[in-house]
Structures are given as C-alpha cells and as structure tokens.
C-alpha cells in the first residue's frame, strides 16, 4: 500500500525528459496508474520547480543538455537534503558505470530506454511505498521526540516543585536531605571539612501574611551573604533556614554567620515580632561520624541558645 489516503490524495510524480513526446507518454502512463503528474523540460527547470512543490517521485532523464540527469540529481540532494523524494533514472545506458554512478548521486533506482511499461509501474510503486514508509517512519520519530521533549519538560517541573520551595525559592527539605547525603559521602572521600549552618525564626504573634514576608526577604539576605556559588541553601522547617557549606571551616562559618547576621539588621523588623537564632557545626566526614550526627550537634547547639553564634531576642 503506498498510502492510506491514496485516493483522496494521489501522489504526485514530476516527469523530466527534454524530449516532449517522452514527458507526454509518461504523463499519460502515469495518470492512468492513477497518479498526478507535473512536468519538466529539463534540469534547471526541474529545480526550480522542487523550489516551489515537493513530488512524491522525480522521473529524471540521464542525458539532457546542458544539465543532465546526473547533475540534476546531486543538485536536487543539496537543495531537498532528507526531504528530496526517490528518484528513478531514465537513460538509454546500459553499462555498470553509469549504473554506479547514478546511485553515487542519490538516484533511488534506475530503468532503460526503451522503457518497459510493465517494469516502470512496478518501480515506480516500490519506489513509491518505500518513501511513504520512510515519511510515516520519520514523522512517527518526530512525534515521539515531541512527547520525549514534552516528558522531559514535564518531568523537570515536576522536579522544580519537589526541589524548591514555592513560597521562599530556596531548595526544599527534601532536597537538603538528598544534597546533605551526597556533600556528606563526596567530602568523605576526599578528608574535607563540611559546615552546617541553621538559622531559626521565631515570629511570636506575627500573622502569615507578615511572617511569608520576612521569611522571604532572610532567604535573599542568605543567598546574597553565601560565600561561593556551590553554597547549598534549604528552607530546612517552616521557619527554618539551613546552609551547607562544603569544604569550609569553622572560622569561616562564623564570618557567614556574622554577614547574615549584618544584613539582617538592616531589615526594618518590628522588634517584639521577632526573634532569629543561629547555630552552626562543622564535621569534617569519616567512618566514626554520620550526617544524623552532624544534624543532631548542630540541632542542640540551636536548642541551648548559648552558642557563640546564637542571637536571642534579635533586634
């Protein structure tokens, strides 16, 4: 079957012959095969005219003047590239060489004067269901690589939702379970110390409105103060922030800490609304440690409010 729609939409096949009796014969031969025909005096105007419709076949005669067949078709390559129909060859030679070489240009198939009518049909049909068959084939292979696209995209949404935090824009707790994990075993490997920072806002009467608010201008505050690029920043609990630093000692984590602390300042906060306090720990990763652990120490220092790196009562 050449096509599922073949007689709402018969395909197309554009004769080219300089010889006038020749088109006229195929033309007629080719319609009464039930095919639409569209002629070509010679290679130039073949191309001009592939500029303009696509065929579903090029009948092309070998030997014309001035453009031949052969170089119709090389041409025909560069201009149509994976959209150029088959091309069946006519010609009057007979020999391998000139057998070789119109397959080199791109010819699909060839057949010889004096045509055999028979033979041409049969080939022309062949031809026909094949380029159908690899036209269903590629449109199939673009409609998948859409879907693939469309999943991909879907599925990176999907991700963005589960990784951020809608609200402040930072990553998600379940992220920073994830990332802790994979900075905790990367670290390992390699001896580095590894600082965790939690920052803890106590908004007291403050309602939502308010609190999303400052919830949202401290995540900036802390993704403007973190040291590099690679510091990872997680809305940790509702009203808590955490900052994994990797590679980053203690002193280093106190100097963070110290810069939020600066900027936060300068927020206008009503002062009987809010309390911060920050705590932070740093591990450098073994055998003997764990990430629980990690989470645990810095967790208590949070609880006890007496480190170095705490702020009660900020304002």
Not at 146 to 155: C, F, K
Not at 199 to 214: G, Q, S, T, V
Not at 246 to 255: I, R
Request: charge should be neutral; hydrophobic fraction near 35%.
């Amino acid at each position: 079957m050449i096509n599922p729609n073949l007689q709402n939409n018969p395909p197309q096949i554009l004769v080219v012959d300089d010889q006038k009796t020749l088109r006229l014969v195929l033309h007629t031969v080719m319609e009464k095969q039930g095919y639409r025909t569209i002629q070509a005096y010679n290679g130039q105007h073949c191309l001009e005219i592939c500029q303009k419709v696509t065929p579903d076949i090029i009948l092309l005669d070998a030997m014309m003047p001035r453009m031949d067949g052969f170089e119709c078709c090389t041409k025909l390559q560069t201009l149509m590239g994976d959209n150029c129909p088959p091309i069946l060859m006519i010609t009057v030679l007979d020999d391998q060489e000139s057998v070789e070489r119109a397959f080199q240009v791109g010819a699909s198939d060839y057949i010889t004067k004096p045509i055999d009518w028979n033979v041409l049909a049969r080939r022309v049909n062949r031809l026909l269901t094949s380029g159908w068959a690899i036209s269903e084939t590629r449109r199939q292979i673009e409609k998948e690589c859409r879907l693939t696209v469309s999943l991909e995209t879907a599925n990176r949404e999907l991700q963005n939702l589960v990784y951020t935090d809608i609200l402040t824009k930072v990553a998600s707790r379940s992220y920073f379970d994830e990332y802790l994990q994979r900075e905790w075993k990367r670290l390992q490997k390699y001896q580095l110390p590894l600082s965790l920072i939690l920052c803890k806002i106590d908004f007291l009467e403050l309602d939502y409105p308010a609190k999303d608010k400052y919830l949202c201008k401290i995540a900036n505050i802390i993704r403007k103060c973190k040291r590099r690029s690679t510091d990872f920043i997680a809305r940790y609990d509702d009203d808590e922030f955490a900052i994994i630093s990797a590679n980053t000692k203690t002193e280093k984590a106190k100097k963070l800490v110290k810069k939020i602390k600066t900027y936060i300042n300068l927020l206008e906060i009503e002062h009987e609304h809010l309390n911060i306090n920050f705590a932070a720990t740093t591990m450098i990763p073994d055998s003997e440690s764990s990430v629980d652990k990690l989470l645990k120490n810095v967790k208590q220092k949070l609880s006890i409010n007496n480190d170095q790196l705490t702020i009660i009562n900020y304002s």
